[in-house]
């Protein structure tokens, strides 16, 4: 009897020994998917998807954006689903929200505006998607609602587009008079660029910003916002615009104004895109501090881990640089966009 006994206890232990090896193997196998286990597609391939929900087309830097993440998805293997919000923060959160009813396996966005994520970063959490912010970051004070932010510095930007108004204004004897055509209001690049500049220039008080309004970073807004400009000061020394697109609109307006961009009213912009590099290397704008809009491959290397549950930096900067009219003419032809 005794010896059945022990025979049965040993028998049910092994069978729980089994039972248990093989629960360790399932969730780490599942722990591999990812994606299943972290509410995604639940499609345990090694294929992922992605739910991108880009800003817009405003400018040459975000077509080289968009083309930039299409082409690395496409490279790393990744599914991208993507929209375009046309400058709309309704319209990114109505894509959110379809990408978490499709439960994607993650969601990347570039926040048009810094303010109001909070609500459908939430929902995201809740469905256990995880988030990647790309380009612009959100002011939200819960940091757990994204894994990471994938970005320039645009406080550094401004300071070394003010830097470089210093340097260049050394020798100047009277004051400096600067308009500001500010990118989209409440974004981002807009308030740190802005914060950015204000800064590197407090070191000389002859360098004074005498008007600043937003060109919501296109062509066009640069145009309109450079006339109204020139109808209503007499003096402009410097147009430092928060980027090339609107700096190419304030060219135009300054031409038809019968003055010389680059000359009469120095230009000082951010980006670095081919059409900012042809108008530097022509001596219509003056220098331009660079904003790689290649984030592509980074993207997709940093929703790769995400999904696998690997953990990642919370925060990763975009390395960039400056040029001046001179490092523009030698780099022009070899510019990727
Ligand atoms: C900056 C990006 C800005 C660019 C503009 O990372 O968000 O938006 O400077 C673009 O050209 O429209």
Request: proline residues 2%; negative net charge; contains cysteine.
């Amino acid at each position: 009897m005794y010896l059945r006994l022990r025979e049965e206890i040993v028998f049910k232990k092994s069978l729980l020994a089994v039972a248990a090896a093989s629960m360790l193997t399932l969730t780490a196998c599942g722990g591999s998917a990812g994606a299943g286990a972290a509410g995604g597609s639940g499609s345990g391939s090694d294929k992922i998807t992605m739910g991108f929900a880009q800003v817009g087309a405003e400018s040459g830097w975000r077509t080289a954006n968009t083309k930039s993440v299409q082409e690395s998805a496409k490279k790393a293997g990744v599914e991208l689903k993507f929209s375009d919000a046309q400058q709309k923060q309704e319209n990114q959160i109505k894509a959110i929200r379809s990408y978490i009813q499709q439960k994607v396996d993650v969601i990347a966005f570039s926040p048009v505006v810094e303010s109001g994520w909070d609500t459908v970063l939430k929902e995201a959490k809740n469905a256990k998607i995880p988030v990647i912010l790309t380009d612009r970051a959100v002011d939200s004070a819960d940091k757990s609602l994204y894994k990471t932010f994938l970005g320039s510095d645009f406080v550094e930007e401004g300071k070394k587009a003010g830097e470089w108004l210093v340097a260049d204004s050394k020798s100047a004897t009277d004051t400096v008079n600067i308009v500001e055509i500010q990118g989209t209001t409440g974004s981002a690049p807009a308030n740190d660029r802005k914060e950015g500049f204000a800064e590197a220039i407090k070191s000389d008080p002859k360098l004074k910003v005498i008007a600043s309004q937003s060109g919501d970073f296109t062509r066009s807004g640069g145009k309109q916002v450079m006339e109204a400009f020139l109808k209503n000061n007499a003096d402009i020394d410097v147009v430092f615009a928060h980027n090339d697109d609107e700096g190419l609109g304030a060219i135009e307006a300054i031409e038809a104004a019968g003055k010389v961009p680059g000359k009469d009213i120095k230009i000082i912009t951010i980006d670095a895109v081919k059409d900012g590099m042809t108008a530097l290397s022509n001596g219509k704008i003056n220098f331009i501090v660079e904003c790689s809009p290649m984030l592509g491959d980074q993207l997709m290397e940093l929703a790769k881990k995400v999904v696998a549950g690997e953990s990642v930096p919370e925060r990763v900067v975009t390395e960039e640089t400056t040029f001046t009219q001179e490092q523009a003419k030698q780099v022009l032809a070899t510019r990727p966009y």
